[in-house]
């Protein structure tokens, strides 16, 4: 089976702090990808990356930046934390030609204070 | 206008019941239709995916297209509490743009 792991299932952060958020996928997947996840707005794609040190924009990628250094790797970077990036991070993952095919890992639950 | 709408529920039905959950769109070029199923606590799992138009079955699950009305559907049927979850309906064209979901409808079904 997939597997996709995200480091944290739980966080507590503090405003202004910079925030890591790893996620490791097992199944030798090019696309990875980070999500967040509201109530009432659904998952929005921060950025995803088809190969490693690319990466493409979302659709709400202020405020955050990535990291991919290793296939099996994909970093969600929160440079300067708010209170509005309070949420539900998902991160994915999916071969080269099976975007709409996604593994997903369990969840972050970010809360900034 | 979302490109994707989902009422978000939330859906509750006893147990045996048959379930309808809905999405309509409006963008006329996608061709790759899923449903994802999320449980409490738990990351979206891909339970059917279907390209193009019509029906597709797998077990009490029955996923159809209709894309001259942009619209789509997933049925349970024989429904049972471990159906309770987050459906998420999503949709991509095939000219490698993103995939796009629904809010998902929150399901309970009940003992």
């Known amino acids: 089976d997939v597997k996709v792991t995200q480091s944290s299932r739980y966080l507590v952060k503090r405003t202004g702090e910079k925030v890591f958020l790893e996620c490791v996928q097992d199944m030798d997947h090019e696309n990875m990808f980070w999500y967040r996840q509201d109530p009432g707005l659904g998952l929005r794609l921060i950025y995803f990356s088809y190969d490693v040190k690319m990466k493409e924009k979302g659709d709400i990628p202020e405020g955050y930046s990535v990291s991919r250094e290793k296939k099996e790797r994909f970093s969600l970077i929160l440079e300067s934390a708010s209170t509005n990036q309070t949420s539900m991070y998902l991160c994915?993952?999916?071969?080269?030609?099976?975007?709409?095919?996604?593994?997903f890992g369990s969840g972050t639950q970010l809360s900034v204070l | 206008q979302k490109e994707v709408e989902q009422d978000p529920g939330p859906l509750s039905v006893p147990e045996g019941a048959i379930v309808s959950l809905n999405c309509t769109y409006s963008?006329?070029?996608?061709?790759?239709f899923m449903w994802y199923r999320q449980y409490s606590r738990k990351g979206p799992e891909l339970l059917m995916y279907?390209?193009?138009?019509g029906n597709k079955e797998d077990g009490r699950f029955t996923a159809q297209v209709d894309k001259s009305s942009k619209y789509i559907s997933l049925f349970i049927r024989d429904s049972q509490p471990s159906d309770s979850a987050t459906y998420l309906c999503a949709m991509k064209d095939n000219q490698g743009g993103k995939l796009i979901f629904g809010q998902g409808t929150e399901l309970s079904v009940k003992p």
């Open positions: 994915a993952s999916s071969f080269l030609d099976g975007r709409e095919k996604l593994f």
């Open positions: 963008n006329s070029a996608f061709q790759y």
């Open positions: 279907t390209y193009s138009s």
